[in-house]
């Protein structure tokens, strides 16, 4: 089968800034893909390559099968982009702007279509405001219309759930998901590493323009060894003896990070001799959060630019 | 054909939207040059036999105001589209470059054609401004903007604020407009200068327009047509060069 989105040694280059270093990346028919990473580590830039709104310094990407330059009509038809900035249309209302994207498209009569996703976005009370006068939560959501007006097979979402409301976000997600039940391809990037988790098969980890992990999330969960301890205690304090293994604290819990399960004994060592009494105990499976943290801070890329000190 | 339908009608809601600005404004200021012009000037100067002077003023008038206008509409468009960054929903749908260059091109024809026509039926009132020729009229009004709307899509490609903008046409377009013959016939000036009109593209336009007037110009006007056609393929092919490669746009 065709993949979805095939990216073969994409080079990115700013001036001196090597954005992207060499990506081959492959996303199939139908998966639910995300592009994790920290800011400025080139997921928009990979993004903005294969949507053609950039021109790779060297590589090639294609979607659904045709090249997003030598067949960029094509291309683009199969994709649709919410794109990370908040742009708009000061001169249009949310409807015109839907119909004028669509008309791009070259459909002609897709107010049934417009009408549907006008509901699912729960935009039908601003559908005929100006898009000057939308909150920004609502510019973004009318971001999100847009990229599905000609129902593209391959919808790309990059950081659609910044700044927008806990309704909003279960009610896109919930829409996305039906059209990736549909047979929609949904590549999306987000820094809300659990949305991620919850949503996704597989995911891309990005540093500094290299990818450095590229799994399916429960195989990248069960790489790592081990396991989180979240503590309630009394008196409220952890003892000494096990701060090294702290790795955050929520509330009154203390988190714990365990190489291995036998760390538990010890645990339990240590608080019996410091006196303190369990209030609650669980013990979890790493998370994606945690994966994600020690990728990226196990992965040191060797820079080829020497940063001189003036 | 219906991606390129649906930017021409949006770029045309989008001046239309704020038409106040975008066509009457410019008949008003058209209008004001020519009350001022005709008051101090009309006695003293005659630049064809048997014809006033705010007469033969007015069709230089009319196409300066339409080459504005039309250089205006799509740099304008094309620049604050990548300010607020909203170019984004053009570039990533399927169309052709050729459909966007069409597109705001056709735009830019429309809006000087529109502002052309408005002034010259406001003149209508207070002059005696015959037609001699309608085709050669509509000739080259028709392709004067389409140079100036083109022209203004390159301008719109390359500048990065609106600082630029205002540069090119402060550099390029206004003493190009000026130095064309709005004011005078070229026969009224030193050899030299004479000489140095002959090689501005603008000089043909009006030229040619006004013959479509008074059935008199300083060149034949199927001279000035060819000239007119010829910057208009050169200046497409360049602006068609910069949306294929992506010029600043794609970078
Ligand atoms: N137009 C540009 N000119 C110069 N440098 C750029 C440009 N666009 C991006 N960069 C640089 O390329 C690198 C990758 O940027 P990119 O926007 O792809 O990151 P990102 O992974 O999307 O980050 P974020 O999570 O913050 O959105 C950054 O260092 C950025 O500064
Ligand atoms: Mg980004």
Redesign the interface.
């Known amino acids: 089968m065709i993949p979805a989105i095939e990216v073969k040694q994409m080079h990115k280059c700013?001036g001196k800034l090597q954005a992207l270093a060499g990506i081959d990346l492959e996303i199939k028919t139908g998966e639910f893909f995300a592009l994790l990473g920290p800011n400025g580590a080139g997921k928009t830039t990979l993004i903005n390559i294969i949507?053609?709104?950039?021109?790779a310094t060297s590589g090639s990407a294609r979607v659904m099968g045709y090249d997003v330059v030598a067949d960029?009509?094509?291309a683009?038809?199969m994709?649709g982009?919410v794109?990370q900035?908040l742009?708009?249309?000061?001169?249009?209302t949310v409807r015109?702007t839907l119909a004028?994207?669509s008309?791009?498209?070259?459909?002609?009569n897709n107010k049934s279509w417009i009408d549907e996703i006008i509901h699912h976005l729960d935009l039908a009370d601003k559908a005929d405001a100006n898009m000057r006068t939308l909150s920004g939560g609502m510019k973004r959501r009318v971001l999100v219309a847009?990229a599905l007006v000609h129902k593209p097979p391959v919808i790309v979402l990059d950081e659609p759930t910044a700044g927008v409301d806990v309704e909003l976000r279960q009610g896109l997600w919930r829409f996305i998901r039906e059209l990736n039940r549909d047979g929609h391809t949904i590549v999306l990037t987000t820094h809300y590493l659990d949305e991620a988790e919850a949503l996704c098969s597989r995911v891309a980890m990005l540093k500094q323009g290299n990818i450095v992990a590229l799994d399916s999330i429960r195989n990248l969960i069960s790489g790592i060894s081990g396991c989180s301890v979240r503590l309630r205690l009394s008196p409220d304090t952890l003892p000494p003896a096990l701060q090294p293994l702290m790795s955050r604290c929520e509330a009154e819990y203390y988190i714990l990070a365990l190489d291995e399960y036998s760390q538990l004994e010890q645990v339990m060592a240590a608080l019996r001799t410091a006196g303190s009494q369990v209030l609650e105990m669980q013990v979890f499976q790493p998370d994606l959060e945690e994966v994600f943290v020690k990728i990226m801070g196990d992965v040191e890329i060797r820079e080829a630019v020497a940063v001189p000190i003036t | 054909m219906t991606g390129f339908l649906t930017l021409l009608y949006k770029e045309l809601l989008r001046f239309w939207k704020v038409g106040f600005q975008t066509v009457f404004a410019p008949m008003v200021s058209t209008l004001l040059y020519l009350m001022i012009f005709s008051h101090v000037l009309d006695a003293h100067v005659q630049a064809y036999p048997g014809v006033a002077y705010t007469v033969f003023m007015i069709p230089g008038l009319i196409m300066m105001a339409v080459l504005q206008n039309a250089f205006a509409n799509s740099s304008s468009s094309l620049i604050q589209s990548k300010i607020t960054g909203n170019l984004v929903f053009v570039l990533l749908s399927p169309l052709s470059y050729q459909e966007i260059f069409f597109a705001y091109v056709l735009a830019s024809v429309v809006r000087g054609l529109a502002v052309g026509l408005g002034v010259y039926l406001i003149t209508y009132g207070f002059f005696d401004v015959s037609l001699s020729s309608f085709p050669w009229i509509f000739i080259f009004a028709l392709m004067g903007s389409a140079l100036l709307g083109a022209l203004g899509l390159i301008a719109g490609i390359w500048a990065e604020k609106f600082d630029h903008l205002a540069t090119f046409q402060n550099f390029i377009i206004l003493p190009l407009t000026f130095l064309s013959g709005v004011f005078y016939s070229i026969h009224s000036l030193p050899p030299f200068w004479r000489g140095l009109s002959h090689l501005n593209p603008f000089f043909y336009i009006i030229d040619g327009f006004r013959y479509g007037f008074f059935s008199t110009s300083d060149i034949s006007p199927y001279i000035s047509l060819g000239i007119v056609a010829m910057c208009f393929l050169a200046v497409s092919w360049l602006t068609l060069q910069m949306l294929s490669t992506g010029y600043k746009i794609r970078q």
Do not use: H, N, S
């Open positions: 700013f949507a053609g709104l950039t021109r960029y009509r094509e683009r038809r994709l982009v794109p900035e742009v708009f249309d000061p001169f249009f015109e004028i994207q008309g791009y498209y070259g459909l002609k847009q």
